[in-house]
């Protein structure tokens, strides 16, 4: 038997099983291998059934005591069968299942597990599962036993018995792909023999030896596959290459504020790593709005005063636009040439900024992922910036990382704050920061949670907050359809419909005094700026959109947003909508209108009405989401984790970091092709 052989290879595999096994994403015999439990029940004690308890979960250790009764009830028939181990009697009840009545040979022994329940009629077991006992290992009883997934009509103890198949005849082949020290000094089991344990453990430390190893597999793998997906670790700097104007004071003097502590701190810890004599590579965690904008424009600076071009690259046209502006305001005074690259210039402006950048005319380039085409070159790109990171792929930071002849500095930006154990797992490879303090004379931004029956209450708040100049945004997320419905074209457009005809009733209603503005994905970039930009002047004052304004807008002037059928969002989306407002010192208000009745909204919303704490929020996400859904990993793609927990499993994960970042994985050759193997599987992924 093969690893690689098809299950139905297995006895007591049929069509209709192999296909059930499919379903659960098992096709050969190393797939069902690594199908590992998702629970376990302890059914080790055999339990004599005069000392059982009602309620209680038993097995017990019996043969059959005369004969099985089958009669008919309506449409339903019912086997009764008795048994003993000679300290009492149970009856066990069968619906439908008359070939019950001669399954059990009178001189046989048995193992059944079930509930007991004790009544007028004596004492029986519900639920039951059983196994002859004697012969063959018992896999469902006398033993701590596992329960797998299901699907269809399968059955665990169906499901058992083909693994022990697959342990028996492959398990010799599972290759041990830890290099040897890496398992000493860790204290790890073989892999083969995590396999088999982690099925069918002996013991509980059999069983904890097992899941320890394999936990470091999955957090391991999944960190040095990560850490090989994003190019070199730490690079070190050519002599030529160091920057050696640290003079940063020009540019400090001509913000418009002083930097908050944290600003100053995290500028502190980029422009060490600058003079270490290694490439940046760092990660700069802070809430929205807390001003991650002016430490770009520090280092932007520094590049530029060291002779290297600068690349600031923003997830949407908007956001880079928006950008473009600041960056201009800041740097036009120094004689720093600032231009703008995106998919919606005209081809002749496109052109000519390539050739620009390209014989170094410009100093800081601001983009989009046109960045990221073939066509755009650099004279010499020392300092790429990526802001809102997690709408690109690995790969694609990656790549504008590769435009210069050397490594440069690099600095991540995102306003999504990941708690610590999976910051860990999607960036181990880099030096992570955080702004955790926002400017200064910023309120709290109050939030309510209420029910639609409001809106009315809703629309004339906003409209008091209109008539003192501020303005608004209406966030109105498209409802989606269930994909089988109607084709997806289609749907987006009747979703898109349904925004429309929300604005317009607003427009038309409640806001006719005011100019109301729309903002959906569907429409032309050139649309959108058209929008945000007359929404940033003021000349519209409330602003109907889906969620494409999530993304670092800055409209200070802002005050309320309303964000309607609240419980489409996860908690950290709707942390990033509320940093829309509350940008500047004028008290701002946050409406989450649901009629959601479910637990799980509504903890998010109270969590929202508490508090303000990305962060804080972050890590309830974690625990709200439950560490079986592993937090983020849907998100962003990565592939699911069986065992590990990132919530439990932080000291494995830590020992994981470590050696995933020092070990020289290509000089193991199992290692790397194991590697790979995952490589290919998250190249793809958003980080
Ligand atoms: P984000 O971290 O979300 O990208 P921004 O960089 O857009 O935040 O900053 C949000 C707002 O705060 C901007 O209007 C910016 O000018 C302002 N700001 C940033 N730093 C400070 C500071 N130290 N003091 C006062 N205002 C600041
Ligand atoms: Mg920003």
């Known amino acids: 038997m093969l690893l690689t052989d098809n299950i139905s290879i297995l006895k007591n595999i049929g069509q209709a099983r192999a296909e059930q096994l499919g379903r659960l994403g ?20 055999i339990e004599k059934i005069a000392g059982l308890h009602h309620g209680q979960m038993a097995t017990v250790l019996v043969s059959r005591k005369g004969e099985a009764q089958t009669r008919n009830a309506g ?20 619906f439908n299942q008359p070939y019950m009545a001669t399954n059990f040979k009178i001189d046989e022994k048995y193992y059944i597990s079930g509930r007991v329940v004790w009544d007028a009629h004596g004492i029986s077991l519900e639920n039951v599962e059983w196994e002859k006992a004697g012969g ?13 997934r299901l699907t269809g009509s399968l059955s665990q103890k169906i499901l058992r018995p083909l693994i022990k198949q697959a342990i028996d005849g492959a398990i010799e082949q599972i290759e041990e792909f830890l290099p040897p020290q890496i398992m000493t000094k860790q204290g790890l089991c073989s892999r083969a023999f995590a396999v088999c344990n982690i099925h069918f453990p002996n013991s509980a430390k059999d069983y904890f ?24 670790l730490r690079y070190e700097m050519p002599q030529e290459r160091m920057w050696n104007n640290m003079d940063i004071t020009p540019l400090l003097a001509a913000l418009p504020f002083d930097l908050t502590h944290d600003q100053g701190k995290v500028v502190g810890e980029i422009l060490s790593d600058i003079d270490s004599g290694y490439a940046l590579n760092r990660l700069l965690q802070g809430d929205v709005g807390s001003g991650k904008t002016a430490v770009a424009m520090i280092i932007c600076y520094l590049a530029v005063k060291n002779g290297t071009q600068a ?7 908007t956001l880079a636009v928006q950008h473009f502006h600041a960056f201009v305001s800041i740097f036009e005074p120094f004689g720093t040439r600032c231009a703008l690259l995106s998919g919606s210039l005209k081809a002749s402006d496109k052109k ?3 050739a620009g950048l390209e014989a170094g005319e410009i100093d800081i380039i601001i983009g989009t992922h046109a960045l990221l085409q073939e066509n755009v070159n650099f004279y010499n790109l020392g300092l790429v910036i990526t802001d809102e990171q997690h709408r690109f792929g690995v790969r694609q930071r990656a790549t504008l990382t590769e435009k210069g002849d050397v490594v440069p500095h690099t600095l991540v930006m995102t306003a999504t704050p990941i708690p610590r154990s999976l910051a860990m797992v999607l960036y181990g490879d880099m030096d992570i920061s955080a702004i955790r303090q926002l400017p200064p004379g910023r309120q709290i931004i109050d939030t309510y949670s209420v029910a639609k029956s409001y809106h009315q209450r809703i629309f004339a708040f906003i409209a008091k907050e209109i008539e003192k100049g501020h303005q608004a945004y209406v966030i109105c997320p498209l409802i989606q359809k269930s994909e089988d419905d109607e084709g997806e074209a ?62 670092g807008i800055n409209v200070p002037n802002a005050t309320v947003i309303m964000i309607e059928n609240a419980e489409r969002f996860g908690l950290s989306q709707l942390h990033q909508l509320r940093g829309r407002v509350g940008r500047s010192s004028i008290k701002s208000y946050c409406i989450l209108v649901t009629d959601a009745k479910n637990e799980v909204t509504q903890k998010r919303m109270q969590a929202m009405t508490k508090t303000n704490d990305g962060f804080v929020l972050s890590e309830l996400d974690l625990e709200l989401r439950g560490p079986g859904e592993f937090f983020g990993t849907a998100q962003h793609g990565l592939p699911r984790m069986q065992l590990a927990n990132l919530y439990k499993d932080t000291e494995i994960l830590a020992a994981a970091n470590l050696a995933a970042k020092t070990l020289q994985i290509d000089e193991h050759a199992p290692l790397q092709r194991k590697v790979e193997q995952l490589l290919g599987k998250i190249e793809q992924i958003s980080l």
Do not use: C
Not at 28 to 42: A, H, Q, S, V
Not at 311 to 317: D, F, Y
Not at 491 to 503: D, G, H, M, R
């Open 26 to 45: 098992i096709e050969t015999i190393g797939d069902l291998l690594e199908f590992f439990p998702r629970d376990y029940l302890d059914r080790s004690q």
């Open 75 to 94: 449409a339903k028939t019912i086997t009764r069968i008795h048994f003993s181990d000679g300290t009492g009697r149970i009856a066990i009840t069968w």
């Open 136 to 148: 063959k290992e018992n896999l469902s009883a006398g033993r701590i036993v596992p329960v797998y």
């Open 209 to 232: 030896d097992a899941r320890k190893r394999l936990v470091f597999d999955e957090l391991f793998l999944m960190q040095a596959a990560l850490v090989m997906a994003k190019g070199q």
């Open 311 to 317: 690349a600031v690259m923003a997830p949407t046209e």
């Open 352 to 354: 000519m900024i390539k």
């Open 490 to 551: 289609t749907s987006k457009k009747a979703e898109i419909s349904q925004v429309l005809a929300f604005a317009q009733e607003l427009k038309n209603g409640v806001f006719v005094a005011y100019n109301v503005g729309i903002l959906h994905g569907k429409m032309k970039p050139a649309e959108k700026n058209a929008v945000m930009e007359a929404f940033a002047k003021n000349d519209i004052q409330i602003l109907v959109s889906t969620t494409v304004v999530e993304v």
